[in-house]
């Protein structure tokens, strides 16, 4: 079995964000590709990525499983991680989380 998860740079990240808009103070540090990936691997994928980010950093997690949206709300709730967005569209589902 391979691991399909896709994890971007900063910088990568970065680009891509700014491409769809959002301010540069709030560009994520990480984006995680969770997309085909089913409960538990995209909020397992999200803690791992999650810990190795600096506090007030932000992850931007793309998910195609519908039940990472209680799962994400849960973990939030859990860690006092902050979701700064999440939005739906196309059956994805796309989360910014601030790490406190």
């Given amino acids: 079995m391979t691991d399909s998860t896709s994890v971007k740079t900063a910088e990568e990240a970065a680009?891509?964000?700014?491409?769809?808009?959002?301010?540069?103070?709030?560009?994520?540090?990480l984006e995680?590709?969770?997309?085909?990936?089913?409960?538990?691997?995209?909020?397992?994928?999200?803690?791992k990525a999650m810990d190795g980010l600096a506090v007030g950093q932000l992850l931007k997690m793309v998910a195609t499983d519908p039940g990472s949206v209680p799962d994400v709300a849960a973990f939030s709730r859990r860690t006092g991680h902050e979701v700064v967005s999440q939005s739906e569209g196309g059956g994805e589902f796309v989360f910014v989380i601030r790490k406190v």
């Fill in 32 to 47: 995680l590709d969770c997309r085909g990936l089913a409960c538990p691997l995209p909020i397992l994928k999200t803690k």
């Fill in 15 to 29: 680009a891509a964000t700014s491409e769809a808009g959002a301010q540069p103070s709030e560009q994520p540090a």
